[in-house]
């Protein structure tokens, strides 16, 4: 069955940066999108990066642009989530995702168990 599997969480202080990693598993079709979301405390899930159609289109949410670069591994098997210029508010748990529609968190059908992101000011 497809797994998802996140690394690279951490503490880390504001301006630093962290880089996340998701490897897939257990499926053939590569051209779907695949991403990054993210959900804080008492806040609803929202969506941070994804990457579509086999790497030639990525979607950033607004929040992020011109700080995140999501790529992905010419096996197109793992998603890279490079996270520069970090902020507070970019605390939470970080979840892969696969098989969904844009940022639209609701349509995802493959999740991973999650990496937690801390940023202190």
């Not at 996140?6 to 053939?28: D, I, K, M, N």
Request: with cysteine.
């Amino acid at each position: 069955q497809v797994q998802l599997v996140e690394s690279g969480g951490g503490s880390v202080q504001a301006g630093e940066s962290l880089r996340l990693f998701c490897e897939g598993s257990g499926y053939t079709y590569r051209r779907d999108c695949m991403g990054w979301f993210r959900q804080a405390p008492g806040k609803e899930r929202e969506g941070v990066a994804v990457i579509c159609s086999g790497g030639s289109q990525t979607v950033y949410a607004d929040s992020v642009k011109g700080r995140f670069t999501i790529s992905q591994d010419n096996d197109k098997f793992t998603v890279l989530l490079q996270m520069n210029s970090l902020k507070p508010e970019d605390s939470a748990m970080y979840y892969c995702a696969k098989g969904g529609l844009a940022l639209e968190h609701r349509t995802y059908v493959y999740w991973g168990q999650g990496t937690q992101v801390t940023v202190s000011s």
